[in-house]
């Protein structure tokens, strides 16, 4: 048992029962979200055009599971394969920029500029050029998550211990050890910070290029689904777009606890 | 100085005031689609100071799509659209209510196409089985498409859609992307525009494969309808008498959108609006029986055909259109 002492009062928590609070907090805030979202399309009567209830919703996800499930794998797909690129092109980008001032100061404003252009404008060009189908999706999903990996591995690098460089130095060390044997291991957790972010908005990317233009994929899907009236449908595929975002990110935070555990290890409270 | 619960309520006291000597807020009016040749006889009724001679105050905004407008007015975003009466059948039909009426029949004939390059050899509707068909989901055309493949027999089971915004609509025919585009007669401007001439163009009129159909017009809520009879008047009074003045000139029209937007490119919009009135508005009925005149049993075939494809049963044609708010027939006759 542990015990906690407030100003003037005593609280007593079984230390065995905060893990299974804190895994349950999620599934319960959501739940009342959806509770309370069920009470106002009943009380205000809101016309289903316009906030479709919960329970139709989940309905809709029943009955049309095939064809939503269709669309989710293309997107899933799409999204990963951008993903998987950004990553990789992220890592090697971030190291650059992060360990030669040269390539920071050429390439960074360059970046940030690249990355203020909203997505939704360069999608036509990339329809023009790449046609219509994978191409644009996934190039659209490796732009929007390209820049936050970047930005973190660059700060990650950049930011070790000038004293821990020099003794290093000191001892003989080239820059590329610097880099690989102590740079980058220091920044795994900025890395895998940047992972999080980036997988969502690499799903966000794939979404707009396929509501902009396509045939296949979830974007596709509301958008049809809005042009027949179906709004049901269409928040069905936006509450899938969601689940795949939060099951990606789940994924990537266990990851990360595994690689980078190290660096939040913390004593327990006693 | 520290603000008092006294000075806050006279704050308060002075926005209510305010509130209510506030001159009554604009109708709002949707358009179907971004602001264009077709869309320029509203905007001129807007900027060329119809609305404002009527003494009514219109707020005239662009759309994204004739079924998202009908969403809108519905939804109480906007008082009023112009859109197409075929979306709306479908909408209410949904809905199983009459949550929108028309009050003022612009198009007499929808001028929907399906567009396709010579090379393609598309000629007639069966030619567009298991075909790539580039299309923006919710533009009347393609909302219209199931009727148009029933009423034609169209084996659409192998029909690749594209489904594309309206500016990607046309690059995708030129560049080959797409066999054929649904589109309105309008956009045959807009592959001018990218220097496809007429003769390249190969244009199946849905008009003339059995879909004799109304087309855009001005929505409402019955709701509304009842609350402000008087202003739906003027509004319709004022928006029959741009068009005619966009007929008879499209170059006052074409210069009211440069002035709502001067990006505007003045020899495609003209083109536009001119082929809209010439394909769309000015009809032989609408030359014998002036602007809006709206025949009811064409407008029930209209219902009945649209119905029948969605399997929801017919509304009646006066429920969904009322043409209590036409002006005169005197002053919408066109002149000769």
């Known amino acids: ?270 | 100085m520290m603000i008092g619960a006294k000075s806050i309520a006279a704050l308060f006291g002075c926005l209510c005031a305010a509130s209510t000597a506030w001159a009554q807020t604009p109708v709002r009016l949707v358009l179907d689609f971004a602001i264009q040749g077709q869309q320029s006889p509203i905007v001129l009724a807007s900027e060329g100071g119809y609305f404002q001679r009527a003494g009514v105050d219109v707020r005239v905004d662009r759309g994204y799509g004739s079924g998202d407008s009908i969403t809108k007015v519905a939804s109480g975003a906007y008082d009023m659209a112009f859109a197409d009466v075929g979306a709306l059948i479908i909408f209410n039909g949904k809905q199983g209510a009459t949550k929108l009426i028309d009050v003022f029949q612009i198009y007499d004939s929808a001028p929907m196409v399906i567009l396709s390059l010579k090379k393609s050899k598309i000629t007639k509707p069966s030619d567009l089985a298991g075909k790539a068909i580039a299309s923006p989901p919710s533009a009347s055309s393609r909302v219209m498409f199931p009727t148009f493949a029933a009423v034609n027999k169209i084996d659409v089971s192998n029909i690749k859609w594209l489904d594309v915004t309206p500016q990607l609509r046309e690059t995708m025919l030129k560049q080959g992307q797409a066999d054929a585009t649904t589109a309105l007669i309008t956009d045959v401007a807009g592959l001018n525009h990218l220097q496809i001439s007429e003769d390249e163009i190969s244009i199946m009129r849905y008009s003339d494969y059995g879909m004799n159909l109304y087309g855009h017009g001005i929505l409402t809520t019955p709701e509304f309808a009842a609350k402000h009879p008087d202003e739906i008047r003027k509004i319709v009074r004022a928006i029959s008498e741009a068009l005619k003045a966009a007929i008879a000139d499209p170059a006052i029209a074409v210069a009211a959108l440069k002035k709502r937007d001067p990006l505007v490119d003045e020899t495609l919009e003209r083109r536009r609006l001119e082929l809209v009135v010439a394909n769309a508005i000015v009809t032989d009925h609408v030359r014998k029986s002036g602007l809006g005149a709206v025949d009811m049993d064409r407008m029930q075939k209209t219902i009945d055909l649209i119905a029948a494809t969605y399997k929801q049963p017919p509304m009646k044609a006066t429920d969904l259109y009322r043409g209590d708010y036409l002006p005169p027939t005197d002053e919408s006759m066109l002149p000769h």
């Open chain 1, 1 to 270: 048992m542990t015990e906690v002492r407030g100003n003037a009062q005593q609280m007593v928590v079984p230390a065995s029962n905060v893990g299974w609070v804190l895994t349950a907090a999620p599934w319960l805030v959501c739940s009342v979200a959806l509770i309370l979202w069920q009470v106002v399309c009943n009380v205000f009567s809101v016309p289903d055009y316009i906030l479709p209830p919960p329970t139709q919703i989940f309905a809709v996800l029943v009955n049309t599971a095939g064809p939503i499930w269709f669309h989710a794998k293309w997107t899933l797909a799409t999204t990963c394969i951008g993903f998987a690129l950004s990553v990789i092109l992220g890592l090697l980008m971030g190291i650059a920029v992060g360990s030669f001032r040269m390539v920071y100061a050429g390439f960074y404003p360059l970046l940030i500029g690249f990355n203020s252009v909203p997505k939704v404008a360069v999608v036509p060009i990339l329809v023009v050029w790449f046609g219509i189908g994978a191409v644009p999706a996934v190039l659209t999903a490796f732009l929007m998550s390209f820049f936050p990996i970047v930005v973190n591995v660059a700060t990650g690098l950049a930011t070790v211990e000038p004293e821990l460089e020099d003794v290093l130095r000191a001892l003989g060390a080239k820059k590329r050890d610097l880099i690989l044997k102590v740079g980058l291991p220091r920044s795994l957790p900025y890395f895998f910070a940047s992972l999080k972010i980036a997988i969502t908005l690499a799903f966000v990317g794939s979404v707009i290029s396929e509501s902009i233009a396509s045939s296949r994929g979830i974007g596709t899907l509301m958008v049809r689904a809005a042009s027949d009236f179906r709004i049901s449908l269409v928040f069905a595929g936006l509450i899938v777009t969601a689940a795949m975002g939060i099951i990606m990110y789940v994924a990537f935070a266990i990851l990360e606890s595994r690689m980078t555990g190290w660096a939040v290890r913390r004593p327990e409270v006693q």
